[in-house]
């Protein structure tokens, strides 16, 4: 059976302040961390172990999930003293795989939430006879992202980095950020120093003549990287739009854990998550929107597209959107908090102090 090497080693800098206390893979999305539901998706396609390449906060990870037996899986950890970037930290877990050289090994980013039909990529992988194959995406708009044109029969014929004029924008597809690799590639990778596989192990391997399969596949796709693009992926894993055996709950306009205290009067919409102990009060009204353990959201407040961190408060009356707050942040009733704003972990906002309009 396939074996799994997962990349959760980032920062999640962008994500700040979500990321100040626990490392991105590991911050709740639709109820549980999110990383639960690429190791569900994994176990749901035929994985039974996985070694995770670990870094920042790398303590967090095997407490929380052991030694993989609840999910049905066998887990390992691997922790970089430095960064080493996505194609050192392949090859630093090498040595945990039992993959013989010929045999498939799937490669996941701990950021990406994803419908990818993961049994297909190593269907394609080996039905092609591929070195590497990869998980391409299309986009609107690639200048975000590396794009990989293919030819006819699906092999990649180069990697272009973040095009900038339209003239580069030869193909609107781009690297979705899960691989097959054969085992003898990875062993081939650097040991002990960074490697970027975008910049450099795929490159290479193509110059050097490398097969190199794509497999496009335009299910359900989101980078996680930021804190709106986190919000929209926990709401869309509540709604049923991304599919994931490890909500914990019936797939609705709202996900209440167990322990959750909400007025009866309060709405909750859009995929809304209430987490373990968090408090919403009368009348509040949540659409699309993340509440963390032990938050509470006072009477009449209004969130839409955002996120509350741990133990935070929102104060009565308060409208938040498109906002994060950082945990047991407390913001005083009747700000108004828009666009983007990230308040940081146990920040405190006066009463009325924060406003987008006048106070009448």
Not at 138 to 148: M, N, Q, S, T, W
Request: charged share 20%.
């Amino acid at each position: 059976m396939t074996e799994a090497i997962l990349l959760v080693g980032g920062k999640g800098t962008r994500l700040r302040p979500l990321t100040v206390n626990t490392p991105k893979p590991m911050v709740p999305a639709a109820g549980v961390p999110f990383l639960t539901h690429q190791l569900a998706r994994a176990r749901a396609a035929g994985v039974e172990h996985v070694v995770m390449a670990t870094s920042y906060l790398a303590e967090v990870f095997e407490p929380y999930f052991g030694d993989g037996s609840q999910l049905g899986l066998h887990l390992e950890y691997v922790t970089e003293d430095e960064p080493l970037g996505t194609g050192g930290a392949i090859r630093n877990v090498a040595s945990r795989l039992h993959s013989a050289p010929g045999d498939p090994v799937l490669i996941f980013n701990g950021d990406i939430l994803t419908g990818l039909d993961i049994r297909a990529l190593v269907d394609t992988h080996t039905g092609s006879g591929a070195d590497v194959s990869l998980h391409l995406t299309r986009v609107d708009d690639p200048r975000a992202y590396g794009l990989v044109p293919t030819d006819d029969d699906g092999r990649v014929t180069a990697f272009l980095e973040k095009p900038q004029t339209p003239e580069e924008i030869v193909t609107d597809q781009i690297n979705a950020g899960a691989y097959v690799f054969d085992r003898a590639v990875i062993d081939s990778i650097p040991l002990g120093r960074p490697v970027s596989v975008e910049r450099e192990t795929f490159p290479g391997l193509l110059s050097d003549g490398a097969h190199l399969q794509g497999m496009v596949d335009s299910t359900y796709w989101l980078d996680l990287g930021t804190p709106q693009a986190f919000v929209r992926g926990s709401a869309d894993l509540v709604l049923g739009r991304a599919p994931s055996p490890a909500v914990p709950g019936r797939c609705g306009d709202r996900l209440v854990l167990g322990t959750a205290d909400v007025a009866p009067d309060a709405k909750l919409t859009g995929g809304t998550v209430v987490g373990a102990r968090a408090v919403v009060g009368s009348g509040a009204r949540i659409d699309g929107s993340t509440v963390l353990d032990g938050a509470v959201v006072e009477s009449g407040a209004e969130i839409r597209d955002s996120l509350i961190g741990a133990e935070a408060r929102i104060g009565a009356g308060a409208v938040l959107d498109g906002a994060v707050i950082g945990d047991g942040a407390h913001v005083g009733e009747g700000n108004e908090l828009r666009d983007g704003i990230r308040v940081w972990c146990d920040a405190r906002i006066p009463a009325g102090a924060v406003r987008f309009s006048s106070d009448q």
